[in-house]
């Protein structure tokens, strides 16, 4: 995800997997909270869940959370803010028998 204002005022919001009538709900201010660690914002977004072989479209609310992950890279915070990233060390299979 990410958020910009440009130089005559205008937000700019993209959230992955998040429809545009839901993204109208999240400000740039509110990107900015995220960034505090452990901070979480919480919304519901209309989904639809198809069965081609049956037919059949599910269209359901579905709550959608954003909030910084570390699945692919370490998030540093300074003073308890998000600042930036680093990889994480990947060893190879011979240095962990060791």
């Known amino acids: ?3 910009l204002v440009d130089i005559e005022g205008n937000e700019i919001i ?3 997997g998040v429809t545009s009538e839901a993204a ?3 400000s740039f201010s509110t990107l900015n909270q995220l960034l505090v660690k452990d901070s979480t914002k919480e919304f519901t977004q209309e989904k639809w869940y198809k069965k081609v072989i049956e037919g ?3 269209v359901a609310d579905t709550i959608y959370t954003l909030k910084i ?3 692919k890279r370490q998030p540093i915070y300074i003073n308890n803010k998000f600042d930036s990233t680093r990889p994480y060390h990947l060893r190879s ?3 962990l028998i060791k």
Do not use: A, F, P, R
Request: charged share 35%.
């Open 1 to 3: 995800m990410y958020g």
């Open 93 to 95: 299979y011979d240095e």
């Open 14 to 16: 993209k959230v992955k």
């Open 69 to 71: 992950t570390s699945n």
């Open 56 to 58: 059949e479209i599910l």
């Open 24 to 26: 109208s709900e999240i």
